[in-house]
């Protein structure tokens, strides 16, 4: 099988040029709107429909309450392909002939690998750092558990249609300079996390939002070098997946009743594991069994 070359997506890109810059910027900021409100009012309706339940306060709820609006802003960048671009979802995602298991599967078994030798080393260093979570409510976190195996990959495949698939679509073959477009990528990214707990609960949170950046830059250029977004969800949804089932810490933005739970997120370790993991991905991952 011949190996994809690494810019071969970028010179003539037939999706890209198909609309003018202007309607694409416009489809942009009405996807951005529509998860706003639209995904908004989903939230909203989802914890008024749960509050007088007696399970309202179960973390399978709480976790249920916050992607009910993913599902929104899947179907918006959806509708967006299939109505404006005017090509199926499929096509809009990969330059692939068909999407790319072997490749989605290698980014995240990659990913999976770096960020469990990550906590291995964390309870290495600091023993105490990491420790089980226990419960007595089993049930729910089983029942949270089945629904994150759900509503996890639909959050994160609809932050890289977002984030990546459609910033990908819209400036790769316009900017000779690839750069910018993970630059825009990983500005964007950063702007749309601004809200979440572990910026705004601490006071020296440049490091966490530098890693929101490079996780926009690194993502995208998974997705420019791959020519298509398949790695990116691989990668994605294993990271939040792993935090949500098995070893997440106090604090999180991510709502979830794991395993294990760890006193706070070690920021340069976390790093580490973005660059070198995304370095695997980027390099290894046009090898031809993957492609």
């Not at 005017?86 to 960020?115: E, H, K, M, S």
């Not at 409510?137 to 629904?147: F, V």
Request: glycine share 6%; with cysteine; hydrophobic share 55%.
């Amino acid at each position: 099988m011949e190996v994809f070359a690494r810019t071969s997506y970028l010179s003539s890109d037939p999706i890209g040029m198909k609309l003018p810059l202007r309607y694409w910027i416009a489809g942009f900021f009405f996807i951005e709107l529509v998860w706003t409100f639209v995904g908004g009012a989903v939230t909203y309706l989802s914890m008024e429909g749960t509050r007088d339940f007696p399970w309202s306060s179960a973390s399978w709820t709480m976790y249920l309450n916050q992607h009910a609006n993913f599902l929104v802003l899947f179907a918006a960048v959806a509708f967006f392909a299939h109505a404006v671009v005017r090509i199926p979802l499929l096509r809009y995602v990969t330059d692939a002939p068909q999407f790319r298991w072997n490749l989605f599967w290698f980014a995240a078994l990659v990913w999976l690998v770096g960020i469990g030798i990550a906590t291995v080393v964390t309870v290495v260093v600091e023993p105490q750092a990491v420790m089980v979570n226990t419960t007595d409510r089993l049930w729910d976190r089983l029942l949270l558990m089945t629904l994150a195996l759900v509503f996890t990959p639909i959050q994160c495949i609809a932050e890289e249609l977002l984030f990546r698939t459609t910033l990908w679509r819209m400036l790769g073959p316009r900017l000779r300079r690839t750069w910018i477009v993970g630059t825009i990528s990983g500005i964007v990214f950063t702007i749309a996390h601004l809200s979440n707990v572990e910026v705004q609960s601490t006071s020296f949170s440049l490091p966490i939002l530098l890693y929101y950046f490079l996780s926009g830059v690194l993502f995208m250029e998974m997705t420019r070098i791959h020519g298509g977004t398949e790695a990116a969800f691989g990668a994605h949804i294993a990271n939040n997946l792993f935090l949500v089932l098995v070893v997440n810490y106090s604090g999180s933005s991510l709502p979830s009743d794991p395993w294990l739970i760890q006193q706070a997120p070690v920021i340069w370790l976390d790093l580490m594991v973005l660059v070198v993991c995304s370095h695997i991905i980027i390099r290894y991952g046009n090898n031809a069994r993957f492609q």
